[in-house]
């Protein structure tokens, strides 16, 4: 039992970092097996979920393969944790934009077209949110833009202002009603 542990570490860290250096795919495999457990409960913990923690190992491995060489890590499980952990924070903010854009894009169902179908072309509908925006007050153009075109939330929106956030929600919800009148008003269906 011992020497069969001991046979297992025999390819150190050392050892890896060189097969990385010579280009040699078992360096992918040794560092699987020596860390991959330790990299997955990294993204674990990070994520919460087994298929994108695994998906994160995996990316971390394609990630060590094209950053050693040039990079010579002193320690290959910390350079490595920190990879794992990067990829972890990178996919986390992907889903928080992802579901903030979705958040975004329903408030603007109701007032905006869905996919220009031929009635009428997409240069003409940014034309008229344009018009519509100089009938705007400067507090409601400022609130759309912020919300609609940069993508911040409320409470950002209150703090840049001054305002409360509920001020902040309810002129937007009024905004988007006048915008929808509007385009009704330009022959726009919705």
Known sequence: MAEQKKSRDLCGDDTI?????????????????????????????????????????????????????????????????????????????????????SGIREELDEAIPDKPDGAFEYGELVTSINSFLRTCSKQERVFFLRRYFFGDGPDDIAAMCGVSASAVKSQLFRTREKLKTYLKGEGYEL
């Not at 097996?33 to 995996?58: Q, T």
């Not at 950053?67 to 499980?77: D, F, H, R």
């Open 17 to 101: 970092v060189s097969l990385f250096f010579a280009r040699d795919e078992n360096a992918l495999s040794e560092t699987k097996r020596k860390y991959g457990h330790l990299f997955r409960s990294v993204a674990m913990n990070l994520l919460g979920d087994p298929s994108d923690a695994e998906e994160c190992e995996n990316d971390a491995y394609f990630r060590l393969w094209n950053s050693i060489p040039p990079e010579k890590p002193v320690s290959l499980p910390a350079y490595g944790c920190r990879i794992v952990r990067n990829l972890a924070i990178d996919r986390i903010r992907s889903e928080n934009a992802q579901k903030r854009i």
